[in-house]
């Protein structure tokens, strides 16, 4: 069982930075990954990055390289998404997940968790 809280979404100007949180609960169990994915508009929902709690990460897309961070405070339970050099095509709805047993970080058939998501909106 495990708890997620997303935050910092929000509307920014094309390259413009946002840093989005994911703080979590309830992993009392085995090593468990946290990752981000997000839905374009008009698109399928795609993973962005993952981590392992354990240590670890992962960028999904090509897209992100480069800009995006993924990063976690484990004294705060909590997993960021540092997004810098926003784009107009960054804007979706970003969702955080956490699973217990995650093979691949970008895979969302790994994650049993989901936050309700935050809407980033980039214009340009």
């Known amino acids: 069982q495990m708890d997620l809280v997303e935050a910092g979404g929000g509307s920014v100007q094309a390259g413009g930075s946002l840093r989005l949180s994911c703080a979590h609960s309830?992993?009392?169990?085995?090593?468990?990954?946290i990752a981000w994915f997000r839905q374009i508009l008009g698109k399928e929902r795609e993973g962005v990055a993952g981590i392992y709690l354990s240590g670890g990460s992962k960028y999904c897309t090509s897209s992100v390289n480069g800009r995006f961070t993924i990063s976690q405070d484990l004294t705060k339970n909590t997993v960021y998404l540092q997004m810098d050099r926003l784009k107009a095509e960054d804007t979706a709805m970003y969702y955080c997940?956490?699973?217990?047993?995650?093979?691949?970080?970008?895979?969302?058939?790994?994650?049993?968790?989901w936050g309700r998501g935050t809407q980033v909106t980039v214009s340009s």
């Open positions: 997940a956490a699973g217990q047993f995650v093979a691949d970080t970008c895979e969302s058939r790994y994650y049993s968790y």
């Open positions: 309830g992993n009392s169990g085995p090593a468990s990954a």
